[in-house]
């Protein structure tokens, strides 16, 4: 969805930009995405909060979810999905549903910046597994940024 403020919006990093301000950065309108020169841009995996990157996340819900399927096929475990996975964890129910949410953002954000960078969603997802920290200059060259200020 479009709306007027959304082309007009400029982004600047002043020191580190990393996660969601990283995020937000590269998600400026094009041509108004400016960094200053000893700024970093640090793209990596979000955990959601979770605990892992967005990939472990995902491994892990793929886990889960055979233990969920196998657990229905015997009836005698089903009471097993309901309790919780270890004290104060959650439900493994829960943990797939939330999983599947990391899962979904991640798509999102990858499509954003895909677009956004002119790159393709396999590279950012290998810059953003290993944890790319790049500078002023080098975050131009990638596409996050438009222009690098410089010092008056």
């Known amino acids: 969805m479009s709306c007027a403020w959304c082309r007009e919006l400029s982004t600047l990093a002043l020191g580190l930009a990393c996660s969601a301000g990283q995020f937000l950065l590269s998600s400026g309108t094009h ?3 400016y960094d200053l020169p000893h700024a970093r841009i640090l793209m990596h995996q979000g955990s959601a ?3 892992d ?3 472990a996340v995902e491994v892990q819900a793929n886990d889960l979810r055979q233990t969920r399927d196998s657990a ?3 009836r005698t ?5 309901h309790q919780p996975a270890a004290q104060g964890c959650s439900t493994i129910p829960d943990l797939i549903l939330a999983a599947d949410e ?3 953002v991640r798509s999102g954000m990858e499509a954003i910046l895909s677009e956004h960078t002119g790159r393709d969603v396999a ?3 290998h810059d953003t597994g290993r944890g790319l920290v790049l500078t002023a200059s080098a975050a131009l060259d990638y596409g996050i940024v438009d222009q690098v200020l410089k010092n008056r």
Do not use: P
Not at 77 to 81: A, E, H, R
């Open 31 to 33: 041509g108004k995405r």
């Open 49 to 51: 909060g979770i605990g």
């Open 53 to 55: 990157s967005a990939v």
């Open 72 to 74: 229905r096929s015997d």
């Open 77 to 81: 475990q089903t009471g097993v999905l």
């Open 102 to 104: 990391v899962v979904r």
């Open 123 to 125: 590279t950012l997802r």
